[in-house]
């Protein structure tokens, strides 16, 4: 459609052009006239001129002759205007679609049978399938395999790259939600209504199957996720069913730093803007059946001390668990004009357990800077930066990202599933793992391979490239070696962090399998994506 290519809509588009032919073809008629007049020796004005229709020199020179030859002029002007533009929209109206129509194809999978799989714990070395993507938004993780959205829509995919099933609409998609427990998914999306105008909608699916459970119109940009129930603005709808659960209080509001998956039963609020000190937001816990209850709590970090341009921002919730400090939160110091925190001891709890919903013990996670949001989100686990200098932290953590500190981007990896703490010199999974391009010279030739090499030496995943598949040469990618502790060096691989941004390969732990995302085109094609599914961990 024009619209796709210009502000201006294509019924004005038309009405231009046809006003500027009806004014070419009078002025065909007016020059075809005077021939005919010429040719038959009839003086110009005189008695027996044709063009004289519209024309006459014979008028009386008074204000009421004056008037009528400007009618005829614009009578004449506007007949084939209107005539072409009359029949034009008549044939657009017999033929177009009506406007809220959009392209629209959705299969659907049967509930599976027997258990779900499970998050790899350690990185898989066979590579199960490979795909070329255009147009990649996301890959997130379902609660049977990754799920990928590309600008036509969602396609769920099993551990073993076959599809599940798909949904696909026309439409501008957000990155989609899921639950903690992976079973849906909630995608924000505007749809075309006309070609002007679009509807803002939050649509629900079962990550499983593949079935929608709700569409609704979107209330506000605020949207969280618990096992049952999406909070959207203020109103709380089920996700089975998408009946509404609840209105917020007036006094709360959706946590603005926390829009995502937040606890199995309970959610992350704030009190609204005019009722509390937004220098200091204070972050309040309630179970997701009664708001009401909600309860402060203190110590949780909302954003990441090394975020990057566009991440970073929130609070980190993996499989229900939070990073809080283990004492009261450190005092801020200045440095050069920034107010940064020391790094101090954390601990592992669930948001459940902070809303008086369970009983779970706090499970220590050693001193660290804070929460790697990159790193953790894309591996399922609360991945920790190591212990960082007020120094270390000053610039986003310039230093380290540049090479002027020794220190990683990951310390320390907290694991749900085994409610465990790992160094990341001894942990085998993708969470401390440095993800990229290495390239080895064969006697004359190269050799290029995107790798996942795990934080404890373990052989990990060697994926070849292909020679002529990727747009930079293999001696590009060959400049440039391991950097130095976090630095992040091009071409070259390192850990997921926000602060390193622009890399060849990142990665996206699902059930079953870790999707290794790999950019052949070094982003001179904007969103064109290889996926390589890596299957073999241990779960």
Not at 100 to 117: E, K, R, V
Not at 422 to 445: C, D, F, H, L
Request: aromatic letters at 6%; one cysteine or more; glycine letters at 10%.
């Amino acid at each position: 459609m024009l619209i796709d290519k210009t502000s201006v809509g294509a019924a004005r588009l038309l009405v231009w052009a046809l006003g500027a032919f009806g004014l070419g073809i009078f002025s065909v008629f007016d020059l075809l006239l005077r021939g005919i007049r010429d040719q038959r020796g009839f003086p110009e004005g005189g008695k027996g001129d044709p063009a004289g229709i519209v024309f006459s020199r014979h008028d009386d020179d008074n204000t009421g002759s004056r008037i009528a030859r400007k009618v005829r002029w614009v009578v004449v002007a506007l007949i084939p205007v209107l005539v072409l533009t009359s029949s034009t929209v008549s044939l657009r109206a017999l033929t177009d679609p009506p406007a809220q129509s959009t392209p629209f194809s959705h299969t659907t999978a049967a509930m599976p049978a027997g258990a779900l799989p499970e998050l790899p714990a350690t990185v898989g070395s066979t590579v199960a399938w490979t795909k070329d993507v255009p147009n990649l938004l996301a890959v997130v993780a379902g609660a049977a395999g990754p799920i990928i959205l590309t600008t036509d829509g969602l396609t769920a995919l099993r551990p073993d790259g076959t599809t599940l099933w798909t949904y696909h609409r026309q439409a501008e998609y957000e990155d989609p939600l899921i639950s903690p427990d992976g079973r849906h998914v909630v995608l924000r999306m505007s749809v075309p209504r006309s070609e002007s105008d679009s509807d803002n909608v939050i649509l629900v699916l079962d990550s499983l199957t593949g079935q929608v459970t709700s569409e609704h119109p979107a209330r506000g940009k605020g949207i969280q996720l618990t096992d049952s129930v999406v909070l959207d603005g203020d109103i709380a709808y089920d996700l089975a069913d998408g009946s509404q659960r609840w209105t917020l209080p007036d006094d709360f509001e959706v946590a603005n730093s926390h829009t995502k998956s937040a606890g199995h039963a309970s959610l992350i609020l704030e009190r609204r803007r005019e009722n509390s000190d937004r220098s200091k937001p204070v972050l309040l816990v309630a179970p997701d059946t009664d708001p009401s209850a909600a309860v402060e709590v203190q110590g949780i970090p909302a954003e990441d001390v090394c975020r990057g341009q566009s991440e970073g921002k929130g609070v980190v919730v993996v499989n229900g668990w939070v990073a809080q400090y283990a004492e009261a939160p450190p005092e801020e110091k200045e440095a050069d004009g920034e107010k940064l925190v020391e790094s101090a001891a954390m601990q592992a709890v669930t948001l459940d357990s902070l809303a008086g919903l369970e009983t779970s013990a706090p499970i220590p996670l050693g001193r660290t800077a804070g929460v790697n949001y990159r790193a953790s989100t894309a591996s399922g686990t609360l991945a920790l930066y190591p212990e960082y200098s007020v120094e270390e932290k000053k610039g986003n953590c310039s230093m380290i990202s540049s090479g002027g500190s020794d220190k990683a981007w990951v310390g320390a990896v907290f694991d749900p599933a085994s409610r465990t703490t790992t160094p990341a010199s001894q942990y085998a999974g993708v969470a401390a793992a440095k993800v990229g391009v290495t390239i080895v010279r064969e006697e004359e030739t190269l050799a290029g391979a995107v790798v996942v090499q795990p934080g404890d030496g373990s052989d990990g995943a060697t994926i070849p490239i292909a020679p002529g598949s990727t747009y930079l040469s293999l001696e590009s990618y060959g400049k440039s070696g391991p950097g130095r502790g976090g630095d992040c060096r091009h071409h070259a691989p390192v850990q997921l962090a926000g602060r390193c941004h622009g890399l060849d390969a990142v990665f996206k732990n699902a059930p079953g399998v870790t999707v290794v995302v790999f950019d052949p085109e070094d982003g001179t094609r904007s969103n064109y994506r290889r996926l390589y599914g890596l299957t073999g961990g241990m779960s």
